[in-house]
Structures are given as structure tokens and as C-alpha cells.
């Protein structure tokens, strides 16, 4: 959501003659967009934003913004907890972000803009050459969410729930599509839910005007809450040709005591219902999942439980963190708080079976074809490439189970023709690393060219 909001700020600031730079002592204008997830998260915004006050000392013309969910939730206290801020803005302000430089400027003051709205804005993101990927994009479909999760901030600092509607969002699609994007990701705190408000189509049915729109190559959706999974969206990993046979859906414990306490609303068992369904449907399906350990009250038990779920479902990866008190989150208030120490040690015991669980998984993959999307080169310095110790090229995807594969393309293999980002191409799995997959491009799929050859999504 936060990258989604950083793109949409860097193209709104672009009629306004701001052009973006990767070296912050050259900045007029330094915006952090900030996420209040976890206390950590929180404390190096304020400890990056401290270490500004040295680069103001030096130009002080330089302008420093604040936004994102930290700043929607300390407003005006951020201002006095760092002097060298010259502006906070809300959730909900992205679209006034011009507007606030603005008056930041003529009126030579700091301001503070957290108002939230009702309406959503329907415009979306649009196209921009400004953005970090030409071959995948995420697409909003809704904000804010009405769940109250007792360990969360985002239904206090992103506002309830609000779905655009189903035309502007595939009009979004199609553009993308026009400028080269060929994946997708629908974004939403709970995507099951989209529409339901405001009476507009189904989730499902969504996907499937995303599905069908002309020139897509894959379709990937984020994130979905299991209390609401319904069967159809269920069966849309049968129908839908371009959804990636992948799922994020978040279970964050495998003990019904806590997920009651934690107010998830479905117990462990209709959770890996929902997981037997999903793997009935389609069997080679890619499930990954985030956990929190040592929510309050957490038992050793309790933790057991969530570690036979993780052996149970066979994740094929998961965010893992360790539970820490949100301002305006009830769990904050919650008795049976885990000590530090605990909470690092079951982190470290969930993540090394998750590990040994991917690596497994990864080894599977050896010796077998599969589909990925070329994003770029493996190895990059600023806009040269760089070639490996045998003087080749390597190229990077991500297979529909959001897997990173790097591999060789036509210096390897010489009847294929030349790569270019944006392309489906199948690659052979020759190794399996810890975190990526190696392998050997075999095909290239010619529905990315036209008939003279030429190609359409260049580099
Ligand atoms: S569903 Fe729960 S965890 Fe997810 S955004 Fe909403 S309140 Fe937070």
C-alpha cells in the first residue's frame, strides 16, 4: 500500500517540476511515507527523519514532509518530536500532497493535514514512466478497513473501508496494460470484502473483468482475510487463466484461544478448511501467510499449535513478526504481555522451519520448467548491467508463485531469440539457492511480439 501511495506521490509532484534523485543531499524535497505496523517500523522513521536535521543545517531551503500511517496517527506531535519537519500529511492527503508544499511555501509555516474522508478517490494511480517497475504493477482497489484486529492501527490510521468502482479500476488496468505493464496486483486491506459496502460487483466477478482485459498476462490480488474467502473466489484459481496460482492469506496463529483474542473471527480448523479447498481446486497453488508471535497471553502451547499449522499447510514462504503495543490498538491494553526474550526465540524457531520448509519446496523445482515474467537483470550498478564470473548476462523474474528466479537467456541458448523485459518465458530449474531459484531459459512466448518480430515491451 505504502509503494502503491510513494508512485502516486512522485506523479502527482511531477507537474509541480519535481523530478525524482537517489541522492538526498541534492533534494529541494525529502518525503518519508511512513508505516506504523510495528513499533520498529515506526522508530526508524523517526530516527531517519532526525538525521535530516543535518542536511537542513546545511541547505535550509530543503523541505522535509512526513505521511503514511504514523503520521496520520502522531499529526501535530510529530512536528514537535522532530523540529526539522516541515509538514505532516495523513492517510487521506495524498491527493492535496501539491496543494500542502504549496502552502508550506507561500505561507512559511509547518502544517499538518491528517483530515480523512469518506469518498475514495477514483482516479487511481494512473501511468508513469517515474515508477520503479515497467512490468508489474499494483492497482488499489479499496482502502481502509472495518475489521479491528486488537494487535492493528490500520482501520485508526487508514479509515474504514471504501471500494472504488469496478469500472475505473479495470479502465486502470487497461492503461497499464497500454504502457506495457503485463501483471497486475490487486491491492486492499481485505479484498474479499471489496464492494460489499457499497453494493458494487463481487470480488470475484472483478477479477474476472481484470482477467479478460486484452494483453494482461497475470493477475495477482493482496491481501485477503480467510473469514471472508468465499467459494467463488475459491473456484476463480480454476477459471481465471491469468490469477497466479498463488495466495497470500494471513492466519497470524494456529491457536484458536489467540486468534479469539487476537478478534481474527474463524478458528484454526475453518482456516485450513479454506486452505483444503484452495489446494482441491488447484493443487499446485502457492500459499503464504503472516504470523505474529508473542501476541499477549501467547502460551508455549499456543505457540506449538502455530507451528503444526505452518507443517500442516506446507507454507511456500511467510512474514513473520514479533508482536509489539500499538497506540489506539486494544491489545495494547491486554494482560499476559511475552517477554522479549521468548517472543525472539519462537520467532527464530518459526522462521528456521519456514526455511527448511522453502528449501524444500525450492528442491522440488529442480529439473522442472516454469513460467516467469522478466522484470530486469540479476545483477545491476546504477542503469549498467553487469555481467556474472563467465561474462554472461543474467536475467530476473518472479514465477506466478512469486518465487525469484535468475537465469541465462540467448547467450546460453542460441536458437532463442533476444529477452526483453516484460516477457513470459519458461525457464529449466537447474539449482535451488536459499532465498532464489537458478535456471536456463527454453522458451519465449511470442504473443510479445508482432509479426515482423518486433518487440512490444521493450526494455
Ligand atoms: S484485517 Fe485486521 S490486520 Fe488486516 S488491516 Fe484490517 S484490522 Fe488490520
Known sequence: MNVYDSERIIRLLKPEGFIRTDFPEKADLIILNTCAIREKAEQKAFSFL???????????????????????????????RVPSIDFVFGTHAVPRIAEIINRVEVEGRRIVDVKMSDEIN?????????????????????????????????????????????????????????????????????????GTKEGLCSFPELLSRVNDVTGIGRVRFTTSHPKDMSDELIDSFQNLDKLCNHIHLPVQSGSDRVLKKMNRKYTRDQYLDKI????????????????????????????????????????????????SDRPSAPA?????????????????????????ITAEKNKMLVGQTVQVLVEGFSKKQGNETLTDKLGKTQWSGRTVAHKIVNFYGSDENENLPEISIGQLVDVRIEKALAHSLWGICTHIDHDTRDEKGDKHYAA
Open 50 to 80: 532526525g538525521r535530516l536535521s543535518k542536511l537542513k543545517k546545511k541547505n535550509p531551503e530543503l523541505l522535509v514532509g512526513v505521511g503514511g500511517c504514523v503520521a496520520q496517527q502522531e499529526a501535530e506531535k510529530a512536528l514537535s
Open 122 to 194: 477514483e482516479s487511481g494511480r494512473g501511468v508513469d514512466d517515474t515508477e520503479n517497475s515497467t512490468v508489474s504493477r499494483f492497482v488499489t482497489i479499496m482502502r481502509g478497513c472495518d475489521n479491528f484486529c486488537t494487535y492493528c492501527v490500520v482501520p485508526h490510521v487508514r479509515g474504514s473501508e471504501a471500494s472504488r468502482k469496478p469500472d475505473s479500476i479495470v479502465n486502470e488496468v487497461k492503461a497499464l496494460v497500454d504502457a506495457g505493464v503485463r501483471e497486475v496486483t490487486l491491492l486492499g486491506q481485505n479484498v474479499n470484502s471489496y
Open 332 to 356: 495494547r491494553s491486554f494482560s499476559g504481555k511475552v517477554p522479549e526474550d521468548i517472543k525472539k526465540k519462537r520467532l527464530k524457531v518459526l522462521l528456521e522451519l519456514q526455511e527448511s
Open 276 to 323: 483444503m479447498r484452495l489446494k482441491k481446486v488447484c493443487p499446485d497453488i502457492a500459499i503464504t501467510s503472516d504470523f505474529i508471535v508473542g501476541f499477549p497471553g501467547e502460551m508455549e502451547d499456543d505457540f506449538q499449535e502455530t507451528i503444526k499449522l505452518i507443517e500442516t499447510v506446507g507454507y511456500d514462504g511467510l512474514f513473520a513478526f514479533k508482536y
